[in-house]
Nanobody, 118 residues
């Protein structure tokens, strides 16, 4: 069982920046994929960014060039640096870990609110 705890959200003005952090309860070396998702009110949860154990990174088109995902293996942390924020980036952001252990397993953090004001 992997536990994930997000931090760093809050209220930010449009055009501003914020960094989200995700602390994992075990070594992220053992985690195949780490990702950030978000869910806006009335919308489905969507993938924002992902990074796999080989270092491959992917982003949603809506955040390319503005968001950066990174990880610190020594600290078992994954980060999402968000810049040039827009009101449409508002939502609850979730950290997710995907592991292959006798089949794929997904683990989610509790989520953290990011609100971008105009």
């Amino acid at each position: 069982q992997v536990q994930l705890v997000e931090s760093g959200g809050g209220l930010v003005q449009a055009g501003g920046s914020v960094r989200l952090s995700c602390a994992a309860s075990e070594s992220i070396f053992s985690i195949n994929v780490m990702g950030w998702y978000r869910q806006a009110p009335g919308k489905q949860r969507e993938l924002v960014a992902m990074i796999n154990s080989g270092g491959t990174i992917g982003y949603a088109d809506s955040v390319k060039g503005r968001f950066t995902i990174s990880r610190d293996n020594a600290k078992n942390m994954v980060y999402l640096q968000m810049s040039s924020l827009k009101p449409e980036d508002t939502g609850v952001y979730y950290c997710k870990a995907r592991l292959l252990r006798l089949g794929w397993s997904d683990y989610w953090g509790q989520g953290i609110q990011v609100t971008v004001s105009t």
